[in-house]
């Protein structure tokens, strides 16, 4: 079993449209997640991470863990056509030298 | 600052040819990792390095060989490339400061093996 899963897609979505992109992952010790965004021939950005369970929200993005059933996942309101790019899901080993293990990473494309 | 820089950005090998991947960093971080990404599978770990002069292999290491004898630098050798090692390699780092959490990537490089 993956540590992490995450449905490749691709996700298409009309402008302005709410976006809802999900993982799962498979220890129950993790506790560090991370969203990264990464644009065409470009390297991954971090987007967003939390710690433990519970939300966190930064403008139009809002990041969620929910630790009972292991899952994790990110919204997007208002969706815009910058948005698109390939969002990976990521939990960072503390204790493997900080290494990050990825989701295979969701293709979002925001139409006009 | 040009944060994390990779060298070279493209190239193309023939089977059984080898080469090094370059990864330089000006934050003075003291983690460096090499990624792969492939179609569908997200990045996985090839090596990491915890500090200058100490490495530890990832998730996929067969095939590749690394060494950090300079902090800033971090490379990344295949000794005979092979076209299951067709890819694309990202570098990062980190800090090792308690509460860093990101990893800042580099740009990435395009590796085709014919």
């Known amino acids: 079993q993956k540590e992490v899963e995450q449905d490749p897609g691709p996700l298409s979505v009309p402008e302005g449209a709410i976006v809802s992109l999900n993982c799962t992952y498979s220890?129950?010790?993790?506790?560090?997640f991370m969203w990264y965004r990464q644009y065409s021939r470009k390297g991954p950005e971090l987007l967003m991470y939390?710690?433990?369970?519970g939300n966190k929200e930064d403008g139009r993005f809002t990041a969620q863990v929910d630790k009972s059933s292991k899952y994790i996942s990110l919204f997007i309101r208002d969706s815009q056509p910058s948005d698109s790019a390939t969002y990976l899901c990521?939990?960072?080993?503390?204790?493997?030298?900080?290494?990050?293990?990825f989701g295979a990473g969701t293709i979002l494309r925001v139409k006009s | 600052n040009a944060g994390v820089t990779q060298t070279p950005k493209f190239r193309v090998l023939k089977t059984g040819q080898s080469m090094t991947l370059l990864c330089a960093q000006d934050?003075?971080?003291?983690?460096m990792y090499w990624y792969r990404q492939d179609p569908g599978m997200g990045l996985r770990l090839i090596h990491y390095?915890?500090?200058?002069?100490?490495?530890a292999k990832g998730e996929v290491p067969d095939g590749y060989n690394v060494s950090r004898l300079k902090k800033q630098n971090f490379l990344l050798g295949l000794e005979s490339a092979a076209p299951s090692q067709t890819s694309v390699y990202f570098c990062?780092?980190?800090?090792?400061?308690?509460?860093?959490?990101?990893?800042?990537f580099g740009p990435g490089t395009r590796l085709t093996v014919l």
């Open positions: 990521a939990t960072l080993r503390v204790e493997y030298g900080n290494k990050l293990v």
């Open positions: 220890n129950s010790a993790f506790q560090y």
């Open positions: 939390t710690y433990s369970s």
């Open positions: 934050m003075n971080h003291e983690y």
């Open positions: 390095s915890v500090g200058e002069g100490t490495t």
């Open positions: 990062a780092t980190i800090s090792r400061l308690a509460g860093s959490h990101e990893q800042f």
